[in-house]
């Protein structure tokens, strides 16, 4: 395993924020294709990778990536211009945000990580929206692509992704009683049980999903979260359920689904066409 303490690499450039947080970005971006397994870095600060100017991303690169001979020294001049400025620049970006089209706001919230206005945009998206599960599937879910792609990418961490999930969950708990009272009655079209794997506590795209399949009457038995197989499996056959829906965020939990897969084939499970 290939490991090591990030913030070591911007010691020198300590009580200027933007610039540390360009060089942690930089580097983590750069490290982790060149087989880096596992950072130590403080994760409030990160910036995402295509948010940094470009300016700055270039000289950092510059530097860590050995491409100038003058590279220290050009980004050492272009830190000065960024010493100091982050609460006023904070300032400015966000008077011009929240003047863009609400889709837009709650792409930029969710990428961002922040909950301020989330309510407010998500009920402007929701009078705008013939159902509120369209702000779901719509907007909130374009937003949360743009999430996934950045970190596929590199250019958002895991840090990042857990602040945009929060957003997420708390968007679609304000939804939730419209959702729940524009439901449409009549028969239901299968029951589904949901359950975070043993060892794993994530559960926002596993919420999302109940959510959207209550809105198509299907039955939910959610279990929650740290949910161990044997419990899994007794509810599914108690519930007599058509489905089993396993959520998790870690790496480990890909085994523990597995685990799940091989004592339901153990136990004699069916599938039903």
Not at 40 to 68: K, M, T
Request: net charge negative.
């Amino acid at each position: 395993m290939i490991s090591g303490g990030v913030s070591n690499v911007s010691f020198s450039f300590r009580g200027n924020d933007p610039v540390r947080e360009a060089i942690h970005a930089v580097f983590l971006y750069h490290a982790i294709r060149n087989g880096m397994d596992m950072g130590i870095v403080n994760a409030g600060q990160l910036a995402i990778y295509d948010d940094l100017p470009g300016e700055l991303r270039e000289a950092v690169e510059d530097v860590i990536l050995n491409r100038r001979e003058d590279g220290t020294e050009r980004l050492l001049e272009l830190a000065e211009k960024y010493r100091g400025s982050k609460d006023g620049e904070a300032a400015v970006q966000q008077a011009e945000w929240r003047g863009w089209p609400v889709e837009k706001r709650l792409e930029y919230s969710l990428v961002k990580g922040i909950t301020e206005f989330i309510e407010l945009d998500t009920e402007e998206a929701r009078q705008q929206a013939e159902r509120p599960i369209e702000v779901i599937e719509g907007p909130l879910m374009a937003g949360m692509n743009v999430v996934g792609d950045l970190f596929g990418e590199g250019k958002m961490f895991l840090p990042q992704v857990v602040k945009s999930a929060r957003v997420m969950k708390q968007a679609v708990a304000y939804l939730e009683p419209y959702i729940e009272a524009s439901k449409q009655q009549g028969t239901s079209a299968g029951k589904i049980l949901l359950a975070t794997v043993k060892g794993d506590v994530h559960d926002i795209g596993k919420n999302i999903v109940g959510v959207v399949l209550q809105c198509n009457n299907y039955e939910i038995v959610d279990l929650g979260v740290m949910v161990p197989t044997e419990k899994i499996l007794r509810t599914a056959r108690e519930e007599n359920v058509d489905i089993i829906g396993l959520s998790g965020l870690i790496t480990p939990s890909l085994d523990e689904m597995v685990n799940v897969a091989k004592e339901m084939e153990r136990q004699g499970f069916t599938l039903r066409c």
